[in-house]
């Protein structure tokens, strides 16, 4: 049987709004041979003892390659929503998109991703905490979205699903080399 681990992170106001909803639909739905890694920053949610498949993990704790970031990065602008004025005039479209320019924020879920994928064996599964899993889960349905001949998946949007990818959902096979490599570029672009 394929081992497949699941990781979201939120902190104490993510809880409050919808990471607690997220792990008690995720503990009643999802079938418990499928075990979430759960990375909270500065609070404690509430997770049934017999539900042995969640973990949480105290994110400034485990993370200590998060924490460097963020010291490192907290006074740029750039790595906190505010793009370069040179962006203004080269990508006027872009450039008041600025959670493209919020490394800060969404560090956390990449090393989250770092961390998880290092604790899984065979895939590991990004899902946002605002999702609710509102139907049961069997883990064979759960398995069927991550193809043995793929090194990544994802849920796509846009013209033909092919746009962008919904990063809400997104796999990666850690027994493929082409996963391995990946996950080695993307930390060390970090």
């Known amino acids: 049987m394929t081992d497949i681990t699941v990781v979201t992170t939120f902190h104490k106001p993510g809880l409050d709004l919808y990471g607690q909803r997220f792990l008690d639909s ?4 999802v079938d418990p041979k499928i075990k979430l890694l759960v990375y909270a920053e ?5 997770v049934d003892p017999l539900c042995e498949n969640i973990k949480v993990l105290d994110a400034k704790e485990v ?3 998060l924490n460097a970031f963020k010291e490192r990065w907290k006074d740029d602008p750039k790595a906190n929503g505010i793009p370069p004025d040179e962006i203004k005039r080269r990508r ?3 450039w008041n998109k600025e959670f493209k320019w919020d490394a800060i924020r969404f560090a956390n879920k990449t090393y989250a991703v770092f ?3 290092e604790r899984s064996k065979d895939w590991c599964v990004w899902m946002d905490a605002d999702t609710f899993v509102h139907s049961e889960w069997s883990y064979k349905d759960f398995a069927a979205l991550l193809p043995k001949t793929s090194w990544i998946t994802y849920v796509g949007r846009g013209k033909g699903s092919q746009t962008w990818p919904e990063c809400g959902f997104y796999g990666l096979n850690l027994k493929d080399r082409w996963c391995q490599d990946f996950l080695a570029e993307f930390e060390r672009m970090y």
Not at 26 to 29: I, L, P, Q, S
Not at 42 to 46: A, E, I, L, N
């Open 26 to 29: 995720f503990a009643e739905n």
């Open 42 to 46: 500065d609070c404690k949610p509430s």
């Open 63 to 65: 993370l200590p390659k």
């Open 92 to 94: 006027p479209r872009d």
């Open 115 to 117: 961390d998880a994928c």
